[in-house]
């Protein structure tokens, strides 16, 4: 064995505990999280919006790029970068959370990009409904899937792949899908899918393809493995698993206080502290209710309007903190009673944890 990941000859564990490995610092430095502190606001700025790349980032020439709609169209046609910002403009304030974030927080770790919070934001799109491009291309009376594929191609597992996903045609019609150009106001960053990507509001980030270059009428089920190889609720590695699709409910705190740099532990005064953050679920569910636990006992916040149909709500408690340590959680419910669970069910890579975000402070004189 030459430890080949080509061949899928690696010795790539599935699951780890304790220490993270080179592996995991490495794609730990390539995709950052949001600054959580970045948590009081509405929109994160594009320099603190998250980032997973599976691959490298392809630098694309906005002027040259195309995208092709092909297979199982009647009326299959190409367009340019120019076509698709003539078509009409919609804006919508999206919040995007990678499924991955969270899985540090299970145990054995699901080996890969070791997320604890921070793989969430909320950005102002703008881009062109999907929906109308597709059916201009006439999409045959058997097409089952519609694949949407990347410009960056990479391996997994020995299998080589550019990132594709898919979505079905009732999934299409449900979803508010948008072809995306611009992220808060200004053309889309390289790393964010320059200069075109897909954004599948209410969905876990891997559906909002990046560098988006081509979409697939198929009449056959879609195979590419980010569909049916990765993204799945699996409780072993030969359980083919139910697919990751909607966000579930989830809420975040802003760290109160000033950090210590190593441990992110907090300190503060006693006192007058207002506690806030953000709260979202998933498919345009509005959140009804965020607690707070300090100590052993919750407390309900008050929560905000969110800024959109698909976009977080903010929330806060005015705290009146003594002296002492605590262990601060916060918690959401969604309108459709869906509550954050004091833990989250193990599955193999780690997806959809959505257990409360806790965080250790020290309130001293
Ligand atoms: N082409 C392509 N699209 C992709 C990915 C990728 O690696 N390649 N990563 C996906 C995943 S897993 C997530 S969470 C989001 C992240 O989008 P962002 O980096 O703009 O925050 O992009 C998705 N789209
Ligand atoms: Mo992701």
Known sequence: MSDNPFRGEHAREVTASGVFSQHEVSLANRNSGVFLEMLALDI????????????????LQAGAHRLVLDGAFDAPFEMSLEEIRAEPQVTMPVTMECAGNGRTGMEPRSFSMPWAYEAVGTAEWTGTPLAPLIERAKPQGGVVDFAFEGADFGYDKGVGHAFGR????????????????????????????????????????????????????????????????????????????????????????????????????RRLSPGRVTLQGRAWSGAGVPVERVEVRIGEDWHEAKVEAPVGRYAWSGWSFDWQAEPGHYLLACRATDAEGNMQPMEAAWNLSGFANNAPHEVEVFVED
Do not use: C
Not at 44 to 59: E, I, M, N, Q
């Open 166 to 265: 898919s979505l079905t045609p009732e999934e299409l019609d449900r979803l508010e899908v948008l072809l995306v150009y611009e992220m808060n106001g200004q053309p889309l960053l390289p790393q964010h899918g320059a200069p075109l990507r897909l954004i599948v509001p209410g969905w876990y980030g891997m559906a909002s393809v990046k560098w988006l270059n081509r979409i697939t009428a198929m009449t056959e089920r879609y195979q590419g493995f980010q569909q049916v190889g990765t993204y799945r609720f699996r409780q072993a590695a030969d359980d083919p698993g139910e697919p990751v699709t909607e966000v579930r409910v989830k809420s975040l705190m802003v760290p109160p206080g000033v950090p210590d740099w190593i441990t992110r532990k």
């Open 44 to 59: 994160t700025p594009v320099g603190a919006h998250y980032l997973l790349s599976h691959f490298d980032v392809p630098l």
